[in-house]
């Protein structure tokens, strides 16, 4: 690749920032100072990333600062957003990738307005009607890409077919050795289960389903999303959101009943300094932080939005995700995928 | 109370019963002793029955057994087995509901066909238009009622509010001095998030909210079904099983891992007898069998779903819940609530 990778990053969305953007782009450069084929645009407050950037030690190298003078709230809604985005991070870094000047945009900013403005400046692709939000699922067997985890309440047949384009497009970029099976999720796993809208989509991916694109699976239910069998799960914006958080709290419910157990008495505090290694792995399997970045898909430009809450090495695990999805072509692999469905549909 | 609580048991639904289903009786029977208030029925093959009562040394004091010729399989559809179910264990187990003799029915057996069977005995309730299945779900201060769970795939908003009534009742059937606070599961909090049927439900379960028949809690999100605030969460079947699924499934995911943590290595092992009985204590909070049975709302007469490959103590579990739900006078409280609604609807 002769063209450098270039990310552009909203310095000031998100709790703490940008000191705490900045520290994770301190982490990615570390991480990555062997590496020449990527560059870095700030966009946020120059003295104040320029303050960050010194107190971290960060090599300037490969980073370039666009200086812009305001900020999108976290209390904003989109509508008043929009009126007085012009002058923002976030509105300028995503048009940084109409103007050519980047690949990818990264905000842990304000999830309503990115997705809104997203939309506004990099459009839809042709043929596309619905974006959606996608993020990586921990399994058993490595990770797998789910969509649509809100961006849209309601979704048809055809938004669900162009997800699960979207998605295996999206996990091959990310693991170019791999084929991705593609399963729809539902509440059984017959052919005749479920919503009228999956019954329909059943057989129209079974035809789409081809060793280039994506190989259709089936249903799935909700006790396999995790099972490391499908790589790439379907779903309409309201379920996908239900099963992310329902996962989410049962994750948080579990392991704070295991902390309240092992810290219970002196025996099972003990057992911590015996098992401390085995836990912290295991810790560290589930960490939030690893699988943290959501990708909006379906623009003419791939857009992620990190959690507002995540720290400095959540915000790192977000950079590198768009740095591998840039590396693994993914915009490409959207175009291959859309252009292998019906020419009607997808064609100008 | 003067009469006794009347459980019957279809014996012969689920994996290895009647053993296992008889095992569970045998339990119920040794841990209520000195409990004279109740009776139970016995649906299934008397040779088989009281084999396996001699086997677990039973006390048939309080043990009825009603003789059945047949057994509804568990790969029948419901379509056929109606046309031959009428004698079968499940048939005349519910049958006995409507005869007077049980209070309760309960099955292990082909779910699919329990309710339609349930449904063309029973009969719906007066102005309930779609029955419900609601399970009790662990959390951070107790456990919550949780439904549909996969009875409708499809609600609206009169369904959604009989649900309301319907799981308020059975939570304070279950926990008579507690005012039950309902929540609706949604991708947001605020009143203007989700799909037109939440949007609608929301001011008229915000209208019926009183201090006689449950708290309207307002909106709550998937990762909000465990912390303990709700105690009857209301969404469709569809939306119910994949959070109750995938609930499921992260759990299993998340105790795998641990456990493949802890036996790692020689440290993670010693580390284990220090925490033998802390982790013990852990997986008894949430082992699923205390969790078993889901229950059949919106006909005249409870029944009761145990799952089908649950061991006898999860059986166990299920005949203590039929036990509880009828002392706490289910029926009635079903009635108060739904009579508190709009007599128009409600009335005959």
């Known amino acids: 690749m002769n063209k450098k990778i270039t990310i552009a990053i909203d310095a000031m969305g998100g709790d703490n920032s ?13 991480n990555n100072k062997n590496n020449k084929d990527f560059k870095i645009n700030l966009f946020g407050n120059i003295d104040e990333i320029n303050k960050s950037i010194n107190k971290f030690g960060i090599d300037k190298k490969n980073i370039e600062i666009k200086h812009t003078i305001s900020v999108i709230s976290d209390d904003e809604t989109p509508l008043t957003a929009i009126k007085n985005s012009k002058n923002t991070s976030m509105w300028n870094c995503i048009k940084s990738q109409i103007d050519g000047e980047s690949d990818i945009s990264l905000s842990a900013g304000n999830t309503g307005v990115l997705l809104v403005i997203s939309r506004m400046i990099l459009k839809m692709i042709n043929g596309v009607t619905k974006p959606a939000l ?11 890409v789910v969509l649509d985890l809100g961006a849209n309440i309601e979704c048809d047949e055809s938004n669900l077919i162009d997800f699960s384009e979207l998605g295996s497009a ?11 099976k593609v399963s729809l999720l539902n509440v059984g796993s017959e052919e005749i289960k479920g919503t009228e809208i999956l019954k329909k989509t059943f057989p129209k991916l079974k035809e789409l389903s081809n060793e280039n694109n994506f190989i259709f699976n089936g249903y799935i239910e909700g006790n ?6 499908s790589n790439v799960i379907v779903t309409d914006g309201f379920t996908g959101n239900i099963a992310l958080k329902t996962a989410e709290g049962t994750a948080k419910f579990i392991t704070d009943n295991l902390k309240k157990s092992l810290t219970k008495n002196l025996f099972s505090k003990i057992s911590l300094i015996f098992s401390y290694f085995s836990l912290k792995q ?6 939030p932080r690893k699988y943290n970045g959501a990708i909006f898909l379906g623009l003419n430009g791939p857009v992620v939005k990190s959690h507002g809450g995540t720290d400095a090495l959540g915000f790192y695990y ?12 993914l ?4 175009k291959e995928n859309l252009n292998h469905l019906d020419g009607s549909k997808k064609s100008k």
Do not use: H
Not at 171 to 178: G, H, Q
Not at 318 to 329: H, Q
Not at 331 to 334: A, C, E, K, N, V
């Open 18 to 30: 940008p000191e705490k953007t900045i520290e994770g782009v301190g982490i990615f450069i570390k």
């Open 134 to 144: 996608a993020a990586l699922w921990p399994n058993q067997k490595g990770m797998s």
């Open 170 to 180: 999206l996990y091959k970029s990310l693991f170019p050795k791999e084929k991705p």
């Open 224 to 229: 396999e999303l995790m099972n490391g069998e």
């Open 282 to 287: 295991f810790k560290s399997k589930l960490d």
């Open 318 to 329: 977000s950079i590198d995700l768009c740095y591998k999805i840039i590396k693994g072509r």
């Open 331 to 334: 915009m490409d692999q959207i």
